[in-house]
């Protein structure tokens, strides 16, 4: 019985512990925290910062003054992690976590990657811990943007932008991936097995990398037996064949595809072909 009770009043203090907790009040931070994550080539890049408002106040060369470093946000310094090397501005990048930091002038920014993480703000900032610095134009925005904000555009399987903008102020840092090789030999270890799942992505990037056409056509050519009624071999088929100067096989190619996707009623299909289609007659 005893045991009984004792347990009683174990489980009861863990659910007054519980309510406890759950009731705390809380208060929201002035300046929100964000994390945005990017696909990017193999692998991922991950960004945390907080997103402080204008609030009616002058910002760059204002609160931030031109010529000095910046947390690029508030609160904690704002964190980037690649999860695989990549290429910023032209600088190569081991994979891992930094801090992004920037400094800020009237017509370019210094972006910097420092080595030190889980700083707050710039107030212990050290330039010998940078792994990289470079600097970017910075451009007027007609749009004010209230809250500052980070965001990936123009984003393909080799480069993304990172936009950086507040106010009327805004600054781009260019990105590339940096496992073409590692792509290829993928691609070339897929396909010693079960090709039929990976022809249209390895086409597919061959063509979109300017990589070896006539391998690209050897698998649009084996996809094609696999299934002869696909309306998109048919379409990579007409790219890769105009991308050689074949412009007569990239016409049939795209006609072939048009009568498949008509066959389907694949309206998608037929808008593409045609575009190919266009694109070789010109």
Known sequence: MRKTYL??????????????????????????TQT???????????????????????????IIPYGEVWRTGANAATTITFT??????????????????????????????????????????????????????????????????????????KSTDLYLVWDHTAAIIHMETDDDEKITANIDELMKGDRKPY?????????ENNKDVDKALGWVAEAEKEEPKSSWFKLWE???????????????AAEAGIKLAKDSNDEEYIRLNQEALDQAKN
């Open 7 to 32: 347990f009683l009043a174990i489980m009861l203090l863990a659910c007054i512990s519980f309510k406890s907790y759950a009731q705390v009040p809380r208060i929201p931070e002035a300046s929100s």
């Open 199 to 207: 022809y249209f992505n390895a086409i597919q990037y061959y063509y």
């Open 238 to 252: 007409s790219r890769l064949l105009l991308r050689k100067g074949n412009k007569a096989g990239a016409i049939a």
């Open 36 to 62: 945005i994550i990017q696909d990017f080539g193999l692998g991922k890049v991950t960004i945390t910062y907080s997103r402080p408002n204008v609030k009616d106040r002058k910002i760059f060369g204002g």
């Open 84 to 157: 695989e090397k990549i290429v910023i501005d032209g600088h190569s990048v081991p994979a891992g976590t930094y801090s992004l930091f920037s400094i800020p002038e009237r017509n370019e920014w210094t972006i910097i990657l420092n080595k030190t993480v889980k700083q707050w703000g710039a107030y212990s900032y050290k330039q010998a811990n940078d792994l990289l610095r470079f600097t970017v134009k910075s451009r007027r925005v007609n749009e004010k943007r209230e809250t500052f904000t980070m965001q990936f555009v123009n984003t393909t399987t």
